[in-house]
């Protein structure tokens, strides 16, 4: 078998296959092995082992095997692990803070109270519109943050702080941008504009006005004529007119005999 060493490209290509497997081992070394398939788990489903049990829901997840949602009775065969619980808030899932960050470094999370408890989510929430005023977004879904956090969820910042990944160009706040400065000369041309309708109101104004003798340069107003004043408008409002004194009946002092 020969070998050609005038073309290094195998080497080369098998050495970027041996790098980039490095990379993927350093990457998922970062995070615990349970925490992919923690977020890729459905919970909150029928347990198919005690599906005509009373309290057959999965909500719970085993750290240490790995082996998909588990119900309340399912924890018996689970009493030495570590297990977690899985709680739903909005259709959506998410874990108490105080059982998350003894095993997982949740720093950038935003964090929520909900029912009274601070909770994290376990995946990402798109926002389709930011509200208004908001400076802060998501590095990854661009869901509403507050300035202190980079992150909406667990998953979002396992993509987030992976190697190579860039955020997204955020579209909103900030008055120096290309969209602050457009907005800018929108508003400084139509201001220019509502100043010129109304210097052009004034001009006509002062002309109706001046132009008395010359019928033919009188130039009409935007604002139609005040009508002349009407007996109704010199009277005030809600001066109803007063009755007059009262009569005493003629027959009040008719004395009837018999």
Partial sequence: MAIDHGNPLGLKSRGAAMGQGCDD???????????????????????????????????????????????????????????????????HDVIRVSEIQKVLDIAGVQTYIINSARVVFLNERPQPRPGKGVTNTCEVCERSLLDCFRFCSLGCKIVGTARGYRPKKKKHGGSGGGGGGANKKKRAALALKVKDVRSDSEDSCTSTSGGGSDKSSVVQSFSPSTPPPTYASYRRPGNKRRKGVPHRSPFGSLIVEF
């Fill in 25 to 91: 081992d350093a990457e998922n070394q970062r995070w615990p092995p349970w925490l992919r398939p923690l977020l890729s788990t459905s919970f909150f489903v029928q347990c198919r082992i005690h599906a005509d049990a009373h309290k057959s829901e999965c909500n719970m997840y085993c750290l240490d095997c790995m082996n998909g949602a588990l119900c309340s009775l399912c924890l018996a065969h689970h009493r030495d692990h570590h297990a977690i619980q899985i709680r739903r808030s909005s259709y």
